[in-house]
């Protein structure tokens, strides 16, 4: 049993005339008429009754013809299927994110992926680098978005921007008055942090290893939050000063003068954000846009 032997009796059953099926299928009436005895003769029923003057669908053969509908209307699916597949800008994406990237990239990136790939929605993520890690591996995430060194198995990376850290202070603070901050400065101030899990923390601790020795007590405190904003909002409220990603700088709610921002001597410290994608993933297009969109955004 063929498609094709599945379109010739349907062809005959509302055609009525093995001419004019015939010429609808684009073979000769022989080919046809042969073909539709070999299925018969396979299934073991007679699908029409022949006569001089007309054909007629055998109740059976109504049934029959009706399922193969069905199965040609199903193949043609298959066909749409594998045909949208080959375009690979057609379909969602899955995305993920570490949480210190979304937040100051999706709101810039989503618009240029629509650009340059209208028919290719996002679906979006945030989580630690850990998690997108395990969902990346199990497919449950088509690409990744994370900061550099990043190393899994059977994956590939390609770096998006490089931004440079900078310090977040109250705007009273004595530093407001300094062009430029030394990273070894950081060690006799009250610091906030993101918790442990953000791989921007141990980034951030890598600045001023000093930083990390705090059990000492003659060393001033570090105070952990959940999120950039929240320490934001700490640093506003005056408890202490935070380092931030250059792209979260420009997010603020608070008024001119609360909040002050400093960048760091050289060598400035920084982070690679990158794109991580399974080497299987079968959808390469998809990837240099979302590499092409990054490098349209104004993040800093």
């Given amino acids: 049993m063929t498609l094709s032997e599945l379109r010739y009796i349907v062809a005959l059953a509302q055609e009525r005339h093995f001419g004019h099926a015939a ?9 046809l008429s042969v073909a539709i005895k070999k299925l018969e003769s396979e299934l073991g ?3 029409f009754e022949r006569s001089k003057s007309s054909v007629q669908v055998t109740p ?22 594998a045909r949208s597949g080959k375009d690979q800008l057609n379909g969602p994406l899955k995305i993920g994110a570490i949480f210190t990237v979304g937040p100051y990239l999706f709101p810039h990136l989503i618009p240029e992926v629509q650009n340059l790939a209208p028919n290719m929605p996002l679906y979006v993520e ?4 850990g998690v997108l890690r395990r969902k990346l591996r199990d497919g449950e995430l088509d690409v990744i978005i994370i900061a550099l060194p990043f190393t899994e198995p059977d994956v590939l990376t390609k770096a998006l921007y490089e931004e440079p850290f900078m310090v ?7 530093w407001a008055k300094q062009k430029r901050i030394d990273p070894n400065q950081l060690v006799n101030e009250d610091l906030l942090l993101l918790g442990e899990g953000h791989c921007f923390r141990d980034q951030v601790l ?9 059990r000492n007590p003659k ?7 959940s999120s950039i904003e ?5 640093v506003a409220s005056g408890i202490g000063l935070t380092i931030l990603p250059q792209s979260a700088m420009g997010h603020s709610t608070y008024k001119a003068g609360l909040l002050e921002a400093r960048p760091f001597e050289k060598p400035v410290p920084t982070r690679t954000v990158a794109v991580a994608w399974r080497t299987s993933f079968p959808r390469p297009k998809a990837i240099d846009v979302i590499t092409q969109a990054a490098s349209l955004c104004r993040l800093f």
């Fill in 45 to 47: 029923v007679p699908l």
């Fill in 219 to 225: 060393l001033n405190a570090i105070t952990e939050g």
């Fill in 206 to 214: 890598e600045i001023c290893p000093a930083i990390a020795k705090r």
């Fill in 168 to 174: 977040l202070m109250p705007g009273q603070h004595a």
């Fill in 230 to 234: 929240t320490l934001r909002h700490m």
């Fill in 60 to 81: 059976l053969g109504e049934r029959i013809v009706a399922q193969a509908q069905k199965v040609l209307e199903e193949a043609k699916c298959l066909e749409d299927i």
């Fill in 126 to 129: 945030e989580n630690y680098t």
């Fill in 23 to 31: 010429d609808r299928c684009f073979v000769s009436q022989p080919t």
